[in-house]
């Protein structure tokens, strides 16, 4: 059987972070997955385990010291080894911004193809077919590469879902990769979001609640956080409202944000300008709330009211838990 | 300081970019190629650099169709001191890998102590170039940069991730890759475009390069097909009861 990698997402504290495992049990059915880690030296061993518990057969530890200070190049290092070592048929990574740098510059380190932000992969023939979501999934494009392994493949986030596994005692290599720090960017402080959320993720949840410009402020934003939490949603905006600072980044959905899929998707405030639809119009069903009658949004909702929603939210949130307190 | 900014031609996804204020609706019909936003703010980035040493080049670089030259010409206009257009029909459908060893060994002809380009284009989102340029030139990428800024000879920003801002850092030279964060690109004034119309405009081919458009390993699409388009559904107006309504459409459906 052929080996499959996967770049395993390591935080400094050495805990397996993202869509690793996701990507794991994408390349189990493909071939032998070989999860390959970057770590200060000395970090392997706890590493190891953990990958080997997400189903990893075979771990390539790439020890390197500058593993979290350097930006990126320890873990292209690792992953550029690990690919003489295994002689890959393909290499995964998530289409994170460090995996989309380290997948590009590994594509052009090992002269090999690179199909990027994937959201499913066949494999027939002994060959991979990517298939991508374009243009705010208004076309489907399947892809391959020509000349030979390995095909570099990064995933969207929350593309692919972790399987059950049975964990294994994974065959290990350790190595050590050396490189120079002044050929990298240096890692300085880090700023967490402040967001300590119990919400489900953005990416991957079932429901999302979106607001956009319409809600005024940062304060009247809540409105938003408060629907999403009757309904177990996560919270989505619009890049207006970002701009306006109701919203951190993080949580723009649309052509240059977050690209969501869920079974619901509620819009508030959110006149449905072309690019904002391009991160949710594949959304199972959609629901939207504007003041304008002739707001975008419309021509894509299949629930949509024409409103004010600081008259119409409050109302839905009290009915949510009306309905809730009947069913208990 | 010399600054070589990359910038695509793309699909404006405005469609055509004039648009009602209040309702924020756009022609759809319509995909003139425009100079992509993220490129606009690319070239602003430059620009205030060069606003603060004002010994700065800033060079609008771009591959793409001989038709984009008016795209390169607005950078000009915006302020950029002079265009390299690589423009080659053998260039038409490239993948990414043709598409950074190209631009590579464009810039390395040219020379340059800071490349600064886009995340991500609009049309392709692959957001790889950067990098892949970087690892072409030998140089540090500090990339999908939200803040930028030039001391001595190191370049650095806030880099956005899933876990929060880090500050990143790299030695000149280097290619740094900005996101919408960044200020919104300033418009031409009149004299801008006067002037871009003299301003040195290069125009070089894959031949003058040295680079083979065949290549041995590519990605390539093998299939292609729309989703039918969405339509709306039920439209209520509110007249006091909307918000029940809406939990009733919700419960029967089964998303409560
Ligand atoms: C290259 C490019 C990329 C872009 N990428 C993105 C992207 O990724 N995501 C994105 O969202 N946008 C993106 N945009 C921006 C996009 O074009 C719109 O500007 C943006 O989506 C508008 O956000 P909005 O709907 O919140 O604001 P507006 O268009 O201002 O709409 C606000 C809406 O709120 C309604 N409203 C106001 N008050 C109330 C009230 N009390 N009750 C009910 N309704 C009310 C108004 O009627 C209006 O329809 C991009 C633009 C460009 C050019």
């Given at each position: 059987m052929?080996?499959?990698?996967?770049?395993?997402?390591?935080?400094p504290?050495?805990?397996?972070?993202?869509?690793?495992q996701?990507?794991?049990?994408?390349?189990?059915?493909?071939?032998?997955?070989?999860?390959v880690?970057?770590?200060?030296?000395?970090?392997?061993?706890?590493?190891?385990?953990?990958?080997?518990?997400?189903?990893?057969e075979?771990?390539?530890?790439?020890?390197n010291?500058?593993?979290?200070?350097?930006?990126?190049?320890p873990?292209?290092?690792?992953?550029?080894?690990a690919?003489?070592?295994?002689?890959?048929?393909?290499?995964?990574?998530?289409?994170?911004?460090?995996?989309?740098?380290?997948?590009?510059?590994?594509?052009?380190?090992?002269?090999?193809?690179?199909?990027a932000?994937?959201v499913?992969?066949?494999?027939?023939?002994?060959?991979?077919?990517?298939?991508?979501?374009?243009f705010?999934?208004?076309?489907?494009?399947?892809?391959?590469?020509?000349g030979?392994?390995?095909?570099?493949?990064?995933?969207?986030?929350?593309?692919?879902?972790?399987?059950?596994?049975?964990?294994?005692?994974?065959?290990?290599?350790?190595?050590?990769?050396?490189?120079?720090?002044?050929?990298?960017?240096?890692?300085?402080?880090?700023?967490?979001?402040?967001?300590?959320s119990s919400?489900?993720?953005?990416?991957?949840?079932?429901?999302?609640?979106?607001?956009?410009?319409?809600?005024?402020?940062k304060?009247d934003?809540?409105?938003v956080?408060?629907?999403?939490?009757?309904?177990?949603?996560a919270v989505?905006?619009?890049?207006a409202?970002?701009?306006?600072?109701?919203?951190?980044?993080?949580?723009?959905?649309?052509q240059?944000?977050i690209?969501?899929?869920?079974?619901l998707?509620?819009a508030?405030?959110?006149?449905?300008?072309?690019?904002?639809?391009?991160g949710?119009?594949?959304?199972?069903?959609?629901?939207?709330?504007?003041?304008?009658?002739?707001a975008?949004?419309?021509?894509?909702?299949?629930?949509?009211v024409?409103?004010?929603?600081f008259?119409?939210?409050?109302?839905?949130?009290?009915?949510?838990?009306?309905?809730?307190?009947?069913q208990? | 300081m010399?600054i070589?900014?990359?910038?695509k031609?793309?699909?404006?996804?405005?469609g055509?970019?004039?648009?009602?204020?209040?309702s924020?609706?756009?022609?759809?019909?319509?995909?003139?190629?425009?100079?992509?936003?993220?490129?606009?703010?690319?070239?602003?980035?430059?620009?205030?650099?060069?606003?603060?040493?004002?010994?700065t080049?800033?060079?609008v670089?771009?591959?793409?169709?001989?038709s984009?030259?008016?795209s390169?010409?607005?950078?000009?206009?915006?302020?950029?001191?002079?265009?390299?257009?690589?423009?080659?029909?053998?260039?038409?459908g490239?993948?990414?890998?043709?598409?950074?060893?190209?631009?590579?060994?464009?810039?390395?002809?040219?020379?340059?102590?800071?490349?600064?380009?886009?995340?991500?284009?609009?049309?392709?989102?692959?957001g790889?170039?950067?990098?892949m340029?970087?690892?072409?030139?030998?140089?540090?990428?500090?990339?999908?940069?939200?803040s930028?800024?030039?001391?001595g000879?190191r370049?650095?920003?806030?880099?956005?991730a899933?876990?929060?801002?880090?500050?990143?850092?790299a030695?000149?030279?280097a290619?740094?890759?900005?996101?919408?964060r960044?200020?919104?690109?300033?418009?031409?004034?009149?004299?801008?475009?006067?002037?871009a119309k003299?301003?040195?405009y290069t125009?070089v081919?894959?031949?003058?390069?040295?680079?083979?458009?065949?290549?041995p390993?590519?990605?390539?699409?093998?299939s292609?097909?729309?989703?039918?388009?969405?339509?709306?559904?039920?439209?209520i107006?509110?007249?006091?009861?909307?918000?029940r309504?809406?939990?009733?459409f919700?419960?029967?459906?089964?998303?409560?």
């Open positions: 052929s080996h499959i990698l996967i770049l395993a997402d390591i935080s504290s050495g805990d397996v972070r993202g869509d690793t996701a990507l794991i049990s994408a390349a189990a059915q493909w071939g032998i997955p070989v999860a880690a970057t770590v200060p030296p000395g970090a392997g061993e706890a590493v190891a385990t953990k990958l080997g518990a997400l189903g990893a075979k771990v390539f530890i790439a020890e010291e500058h593993a979290h200070t350097a930006l990126t190049a873990q292209l290092e690792g992953l550029t080894q690919a003489h070592q295994f002689d890959p048929q393909a290499i995964l990574l998530s289409h994170t911004h460090d995996g989309q740098d380290i997948a590009g510059r590994a594509a052009v380190r090992l002269g090999a193809a690179v199909n932000d994937v499913a992969i066949t494999k027939s023939d002994n060959a991979f077919t990517t298939t991508h979501s374009v705010g999934g208004s076309f489907v494009v399947e892809a391959s590469a020509n030979g392994a390995p095909m570099i493949i990064t995933v969207r986030p929350g593309a692919f879902e972790a399987s059950a596994v049975t964990a294994v005692a994974p065959e290990v290599t350790t190595a050590s990769v050396s490189v120079d720090p002044a050929g990298a960017a240096a890692l300085g402080n880090v700023h967490a979001t402040g967001e300590t919400r489900p993720d953005l990416r991957t949840a079932k429901k999302v609640v979106s607001g956009g410009k319409g809600l005024g402020s304060d934003f809540v409105l956080e408060q629907l999403a939490d009757a309904l177990g949603a989505g905006s619009s890049r409202a970002v701009d306006a600072g109701y919203a951190p980044q993080t949580r723009q959905v649309g240059t944000g690209t969501v899929s869920p079974d998707y509620i508030l405030g959110i006149s449905g300008a072309i690019q904002h639809r391009a949710m119009q594949t959304s199972k069903v959609i629901v939207a709330v504007d003041k304008d009658q002739d975008p949004i419309f021509d894509i909702a299949d629930y949509g024409v409103g004010d929603v008259t119409i939210v409050p109302q839905l949130i009290q009915a949510i838990g009306e309905r809730q307190r009947q208990v | 010399k070589l900014v990359l910038v031609e793309v699909p404006d996804t405005w055509e970019r004039k648009l009602d204020p209040a924020g609706r756009v022609d759809r019909e319509s995909v003139d190629p425009v100079l992509d936003e993220i490129g606009e703010r690319a070239i602003e980035a430059a620009l205030t650099i060069k606003g603060s040493d004002k010994s080049e800033v060079i670089v771009s591959m793409s169709p001989s984009a030259s008016k390169l010409r607005k950078g000009l206009a915006m302020g950029a001191t002079s265009a390299i257009h690589l423009a080659d029909e053998a260039l038409r490239a993948d990414m890998l043709l598409t950074a060893e190209a631009l590579s060994v464009l810039i390395q002809n040219e020379g340059f102590d800071l490349v600064i380009a886009g995340n991500e284009s609009t049309d392709g989102r692959g790889m170039i950067p990098a340029v970087a690892e072409h030139l030998g140089v540090p990428h500090v990339t999908f940069l939200e930028i800024e030039i001391s000879n370049v650095s920003g806030v880099r956005g899933d876990s929060g801002m880090v500050e990143v850092s030695n000149l030279p290619v740094a890759s900005i996101t919408e960044l200020p919104d690109p300033r418009f031409p004034n009149f004299k801008g475009i006067l002037s003299k301003k040195p125009t081919t894959l031949a003058e390069l040295g680079v083979d458009a065949a290549r390993v590519s990605s390539v699409i093998v292609s097909r729309e989703r039918p388009a969405r339509s709306g559904g039920i439209k107006v509110d007249s006091g009861n909307a918000g309504d809406l939990a009733e919700l419960a029967q459906n089964r998303l409560l």
